[in-house]
């Protein structure tokens, strides 16, 4: 037994769908209380969902849900046995295919998300066999039980175990559609030879490929030209994902491009950002235009100002050739963070297609201030010790030269220079080897004008200003930063969280980015991918101040490994009258 696919309501596979066209060919949509997971769905609601195949309608949904009106345009969609899919993953032996891309792929097929016909093949120079990638690929895989869940002695926990017993099914199921193909790069006849293995499995069906480039940048442009000119489909789509980075600068970035659309249209390139597939990043555009509340906030007049926050709790161990050729602007800020930034701060869109939001985030991308050098602080781990153990500076890594100036730390101040925006600090921040980990957007509400209670704050009005924080990971949440009144006979106030904490209001397990993103390549879904002028509006923003502090060679303020990070962070806050929320001591959410 399997989960049916529980898709997300989509914009894209929704006019796909009704138009027949790639997102329609073959796997239902559907929309029930078990998929939601909210906690607190009747058992019988949960027992009708899982009894009924591909639902059209929920029947017994809790009275908190939202069933959205399209689902019933969409669903039931009617299985396309004639068309299959082949998903070649290109880099097949390295770190991301293993750490992510199979496991993502398992986990879709786990919950029936892929296609009824399709294969997977790992391509890569080292010498495998089939057996081998599976062997490797099994070490990766596991099973999505939802725990907490197992606790409750009902229906849900005997779905659950069946579930559980039948996962090392699966997996030995999805590990016999992995197959295998070494190959060179750049040789378009190791591709035909692909080809002719993917011809095998794809039989007379309709083939629809998709290529995933997980490999490093250098090559990309060989294994595209080899890919489509070798191994294209002859009779369906043809898309290949492209991981970062996407160039070093404006220059590189466009010939990348260029490069690339030799061999494909812009509609075949997936150009992706994993932090668009994060939970909580695709639930901004929610929260904003699906609540009241929070949309008439969301401009200069309310908002003080907006952080963005990327901490890691460890170094480059073992990714320091790479990250020295491109540092920490380039690997989070001009992407990650970025992306964020456009999808906060974009105008309601027209529609929820991808071409309507994707032209509303390349507006802000294009609206924003050139960014000076003095809004920008950068700094490098150094070794520290604590507690008997030395964790290594950054120039020690083998990878690494001795005389690096690589930023592995950066904040800067950004400014959108439109009417919602103008004058309100975007402050970023990324750094590796921080003393935590995790990612999450802080919003910092203006003064209450006039307010009746500041005399219970104390002479510090920064304390009394609401602020909203969305934690993007790890332990999802969202919470609101409230004035309350302290229960009692005086009139004391102190500062409260409305508090949304996922673990204690969901039980489903949130899914990894790169499945939710996999599979909207699979559906020809472009809604969280960047589409070419958002990538070279980007580029234009940073390449500037990326050239002049390498021109001229601006040393970074070292920080000790598991520290808060460099000192002049703070002062480029305070310039802006702000102060970091992530190192204010706060109520926990
Ligand atoms: N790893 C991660 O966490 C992340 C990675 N990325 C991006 O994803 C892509 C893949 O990353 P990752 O898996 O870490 O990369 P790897 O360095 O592990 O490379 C992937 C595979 O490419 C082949 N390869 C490596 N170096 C070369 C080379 N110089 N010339 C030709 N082939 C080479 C190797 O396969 P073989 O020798 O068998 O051919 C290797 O197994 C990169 O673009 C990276 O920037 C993006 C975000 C996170
Ligand atoms: O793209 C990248 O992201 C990872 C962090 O991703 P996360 O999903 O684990 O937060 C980062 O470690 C890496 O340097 C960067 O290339």
Known sequence: ?????????????????????????????????????????????????????????????????????????????????????????????????????????????????????????????????????????????????????????????????????????????????????????????????????????????????????????????????????????????????????????????????????????????????????????????????????????????????????FSEDFGTEGRGGYFDRYGIIRDIMQNHLLQILALFAMETPVSLEAEDIRNEKVKVLRSMKPLQLEDVVIGQYKSHTKGGTTYPGYTEDKTVPKDSITPTFAAAALFINNARWDGVPFLMKAGKALHTKGAEIRVQFRHVPGNLYKRSFGTDLDTATNELVIRVQPDEAIYLKINNKIPGLGMRLDRSNLNLHYAARYSKEIPDAYERLLLDAIEGERRLFIRSDELDAAWELFTPLLKELEEKRIAPELYPYGSRGPVGAHYLAAKYNVRWGDLTTEQKA
């Open 1 to 309: 037994m399997a989960l049916s696919c529980m898709r997300r309501f989509s914009a894209g596979s929704a006019a796909a769908a009704r138009r027949g066209g790639p997102a329609a060919a073959g796997w239902r949509v559907a929309a029930a209380v078990a998929s939601t997971g909210v906690k607190g769905a009747t058992d019988a609601g949960v027992e009708k969902a899982a009894r009924s195949a591909s639902p059209s309608k929920v029947e017994n949904s809790s009275p908190s849900e939202i069933i959205l009106d399209d689902f019933e345009d969409l669903s039931p969609l009617s299985e396309n046995d004639e068309s299959t899919v082949s998903i070649t993953v290109v880099g097949a032996s390295g770190d991301l295919a293993k750490k992510k891309i199979f496991p993502a792929l398992f986990a879709l097929y786990y919950e029936d998300c892929l296609p009824k016909h399709f294969t997977i093949f790992g391509y890569a120079r080292s010498k495998m066999t089939d057996a081998e990638l599976r062997n490797m690929v099994s070490k990766t895989l596991t099973c999505r039980i939802d725990k907490r869940c197992l606790t409750r002695l009902d229906f849900v926990t005997t779905i659950l175990n069946i579930l559980r017993e039948n996962c090392n099914e699966k997996m030995e199921e999805f590990l016999k559609r992995c197959f295998y193909h070494s190959g060179q790069y750049d040789s378009e006849e190791h591709f035909m030879d692909l080809d002719k293995k993917l011809k095998q499995h794809e039989g007379s069906r309709v083939s629809d490929r998709l290529f995933y480039l997980s490999i490093p940048p250098n090559i990309f442009l060989d294994v595209v030209k080899c890919a489509s000119k070798s191994a294209s489909s002859a009779n369906g789509w043809t898309r290949v994902i492209v991981e970062k980075p996407f160039g070093r600068d404006s220059d590189s970035s466009a010939a990348l491009t260029r490069g690339l659309k030799q061999y494909l249209v812009e509609d075949q390139i997936f150009r992706i950002d994993h932090y668009l597939g994060k939970e909580l990043v695709e639930n901004l555009s929610v929260l904003r235009f699906s609540n009241l509340v929070f949309e008439p906030l969301w401009s200069r007049q309310y908002i003080r100002n907006v952080q963005l926050i």
